[in-house]
Antibody, heavy 120, light 106 residues
């Protein structure tokens, strides 16, 4: 059974870069069946898709965040990462990593989430 | 940009049927999923490919998608079903979530 775990700083200063890593166990990132995704949820608000990466390194992201988002996968294929630059208080959220089916776009497995607060 | 609209809240009495709608332009042409999220927890998939249930999801959960509207239906709603529900669409490029619906069972 696949397990995803987010990790990274819980506090980031305004204008800096938010960096998170998702460690995957129980499945290989090096599979053509899935995208590996990032989603966030500001406190008390709804879900927002950030972007995803394929094992080949191909990425796609939310147009509203695209200029600030970078998603990468490590060469060992056991984890993938998110960088969000020039953060503001509006980027304060719980950040989830998730596995998404390639064909139907179904988010079948989620991490527990990591709260990131942007504050000086 | 593509948008999915859900009612902010839906109320239902225990044992009755709850329907949560999700509207978007030509939504019936896309693959739609539904997620349940209880407070403090990660979302859980309850419906995928418009109407399929993952293993472990009770039969009382069902879904449909046609035209501009997808619907999540919970038959014989139980107090444990009280949660936020989000629809999600995929057009082979981007993911869009609905605004979310708080289901209250009272």
């Amino acid at each position: 059974q696949v397990h995803l775990q987010e990790s990274g700083p819980g506090l980031v200063k305004p204008s800096q870069t938010l960096s998170l890593t998702c460690t995957v166990s129980g499945a290989s990132i090096n599979s053509g069946d899935y995208y590996w995704s990032w989603i966030r949820q500001p406190p008390g608000k709804g879900l927002e898709w950030i972007g995803h990466i394929f094992y080949s390194g191909r990425t796609n992201s939310n147009p509203s965040l695209r200029s600030r988002v970078s998603i990468s996968v490590d060469t060992s294929k056991t984890r993938f990462s998110l960088e969000l630059s020039s953060v503001t208080a509006a980027d304060t959220a719980v950040y989830y990593c998730a596995r998404m089916g390639f064909t139907y776009g179904t988010l079948t497995a989620w991490g527990l989430g990591s709260l990131v607060t942007v504050s000086s | 940009s593509y948008e999915l609209t859900q009612p902010p809240s839906v109320s239902v009495s225990p044992g009755r049927t709850a329907s949560v709608t999700c509207s978007g332009e030509n939504l019936g042409d896309k693959f739609t999923c539904w997620y349940q999220q209880r407070p403090g927890q990660s979302p859980v998939l309850v419906i995928y490919q418009d109407s399929k249930r993952p293993s472990g999801i009770p039969e009382r959960f069902s879904g449909s998608n046609s035209g501009n509207t997808a619907t999540l239906t919970i038959s014989g709603t139980q107090p444990v079903d009280e949660a936020d529900y989000y629809c999600q669409a995929w057009d082979s490029t981007t993911v869009v979530f609905g605004s979310g619906t708080k289901l209250t069972v009272l």
